[in-house]
């Protein structure tokens, strides 16, 4: 268990529509990381927060945003979604420094039908 | 731009025979290379940081070692449990922040 929770653990959902995936991190952690995983792709960063600051962007969506809360857990929402939105979502965290490993939750599979 | 490629894409042992994994990597600057373990389903696991050329570290079985190009992750003796997804990720030391950069993995069997 590393430590970093995250919900759903499954979400099934239409095109078009909008959705909300959470993420708690390791207790101590200031940031977090969003990470796409499809079967062609591999993992791909989304975007990273730091202490409820946006710190950087990967290959990010304009349809999909991310906030994280003055409680450091996080939100990353998807909208207007389409077929190839079908992945899985892992959030990450890391408590910064040198030492900076990164520790993934258990990820939230998403299927768009 | 900076890029990570693991080979091979899949490895089939026999319980008990060794191998290597390897890693290449091209990166502005490298910050650290990660090693992380993923079940099917599951979430990465995160297996070992390396630093600097020549730097080597051991867990149980494997052992991941560091060159300016490229990282491999031993595997010695393995057993079935071993049997999983190896990804090896870098953290540039410019021009990000500390989000990683994967490599596509390599899925690797072992039969009893």
């Known amino acids: 268990d590393s430590g970093v929770t995250q919900t759903p653990k499954h979400l099934i959902t239409a095109t078009g529509q909008r959705v909300t995936l959470r993420c708690s991190p390791r207790?101590?952690?200031?940031?977090v990381y969003w990470y796409q995983q499809s079967l062609d792709q591999g993992l791909q960063f989304l975007i990273q927060y730091y202490n409820g600051e946006e710190r950087a962007k990967g290959n990010i969506l304009e349809r999909f945003s991310a906030q994280q809360f003055p409680d450091l857990h996080s939100e990353l929402n998807l909208s207007s979604l389409e077929l190839g939105d079908s992945a899985l979502y892992f959030c990450?965290?890391?408590?910064?420094?040198?030492?900076?490993?990164?520790?993934f939750g258990p990820g939230t599979r998403l299927t768009v039908t | 731009e900076d890029q990570v490629t693991q080979s091979p894409e899949a490895l089939r042992l026999q319980e008990g025979e060794s191998s290597s994994l390897n890693c290449s990597y091209t990166v502005s600057g490298l910050r650290g290379l990660f090693w992380y373990r993923q079940d099917p389903g599951k979430g990465p696991e995160f297996l070992f940081t390396l630093y600097s050329a020549g730097e080597e570290k051991e867990k149980e079985r494997l052992k991941a070692t560091l060159t300016k190009k490229e990282s491999f992750l031993h595997i010695t003796a393995p057993k079935p449990e071993d049997s999983a997804t190896y990804l090896c990720a870098v953290q540039a030391e410019w021009g990000s922040q500390g989000n990683l950069i994967f490599g596509k993995g390599t899925k690797l069997s072992v039969k009893p």
């Open positions: 207790s101590g952690d200031l940031s």
């Open positions: 990450a965290s890391s408590g910064g420094g040198r030492s900076n490993e990164q520790y």
